[in-house]
């Protein structure tokens, strides 16, 4: 067989979509980050027909091609909450403010061959998104965030995507030097709002776009 991991992937894919659909999330699949951009911009974004846009912290819509496509449209209101010089108030003011668009874009830190998603937070901005405020929600989500169950969900955030998103925002924890969540009660710590998603209510507010490329953390 050719592409045997991909393959692998496809297949497995398939079923948490399923999961997802039954859970009443809106499902697109897609072959690798260039697709899932295709795929939003030219299918998603046209039948929701935003107004205005936003987005939460990812990695995984920066390196899908979406931020960049999205930040400079004129023909949307784009509250940018990555723009780069913004005061600590102001940043938090953005944030703030863009869960009451039209549109909110994140990622998810896992999601459950059960269809679930599973998030935790630093400011709360993200996870609060994906509950309650934007119209639509679109979440981009690599393959290697796909995890058995709960449990797994919640070890692969506190032993891995924790640590080396404090790592790479350089934030001054106890993992950040170690790579192994301490508990910690440091001012910084990015481990501050648990939320899991069972379901998205209204049905299909939440559209998950599951890529088979491994991407963020």
Known sequence: MDHPVEHFWDLKLKRVQEALEKNNFAVTCAQNRADAKERVLQEILPTLDPESISWGGSMTFVASGLYDALKDRNDLAVLDTYEKGLSFQDMLERRRRSLLVDLFFTGTNAVTEAGQLV???MYGNRVAALTFGPRHVIVLVGRNKVVPDLKA???RIK???????AMRLDKKTPCYHTGVCQECSSPERICNHWTITEKSFPEGRIHVVLINEDLGL
């Open 119 to 121: 998030n935790l937070d």
């Open 153 to 155: 969900a919640m070890h």
């Open 159 to 165: 032993a891995y995507a924790a640590p080396a998103n």
